[in-house]
């Protein structure tokens, strides 16, 4: 079954003027699941990574939701991007 985790901009941006509703929606075509943090597991229930929201600690560069995961046991594959890394950043 496929699933979606949508990341709802509209709800962040009512949390930063006070509210508190969950940013992260969990869909599938049978039901959708709200929260503010979703953990990917492998069909054994091994850990492989997790989408944060944390409005409070954002990133250095200010993200307040990202998805983290162990560069242990998984790899990334980044599709139609570029590689960015200190010397070829252009400021």
Not at 48 to 70: H, N, R, T
Not at 85 to 91: A, W
Request: aromatic share 6%; charged share 30%; glycine share 6%.
């Amino acid at each position: 079954m496929k699933q979606v985790v949508h990341v709802n901009q509209h709800n962040i941006k009512a949390n930063a003027k006070g509210a508190n509703k969950p940013v992260l929606t969990v869909k599938t075509y049978k039901d959708n699941q709200l929260g503010n943090e979703a953990i990917l597991r492998d069909k054994e229930g091994n850990y492989l990574g997790k989408f944060v929201y944390s409005p409070d600690k954002p990133l250095s560069c200010g993200a307040k939701v990202w998805f983290e995961v162990d560069t242990e046991t998984v790899d990334i594959e980044v599709l139609d991007g570029e590689v960015k890394n200190e010397t070829n950043i252009q400021r």
